[in-house]
């Protein structure tokens, strides 16, 4: 089962995160096989750190539920809260395939939240700037709730037009860049 994750910094926790980096690093090195994607988001201007992305794959909820909360920028207080949705990973790949590569242009997290009538279940035609791509999915993968989405653009407004803005409650759109080793 895949399973999206976002934690979110809290206010001024910038300095513990950049304490415990080589312990978070080391946790998700274990992690490093199940790994869809990863990566910090950024506020605007990109010097300070917002949050963490994870996209795994793991046996079940209980698995997931384990994977985030033992997280140690989580366990220590790093993070405010945590989005934990089940996901389908419409493009079959992880964010190491895609085929722009690491570095280069500007990379977006596009979260679009919503409910009742599906949307964006089919990536757009163009997916050469698409990093992951797929459906936030209750618990039990039945109930659709929304859309993630990890894609390179000129800027944040190109992100966000990756999905059909009117079927969502909100759009949020994060600067993000490929986490872990290099």
Known sequence: MEFFCYHRDRPDSAELRDELLEEHWSYMDRYAAEMIARGPTFGRGGDTATGSVHIVDLP?????????????????GVYRDVMLRRWRNVLGRTMWDFPGGRDGGSRYLVLGLGSGQAADLVPPPDRDELIAYGPLLSDDGSTWLGTAVLVRAP????????????????VEVH???????R
């Open 155 to 170: 800027d944040p407004d190109a992100a966000r037009a990756v999905l059909t803005l009117e079927r969502y409650a909100d």
């Open 175 to 181: 600067d993000w860049e490929f986490g872990g080793r």
């Open 60 to 76: 079940d909820l209980a698995g997931a539920r384990a994977f985030v909360f033992d997280e140690p920028n989580y366990q220590a």
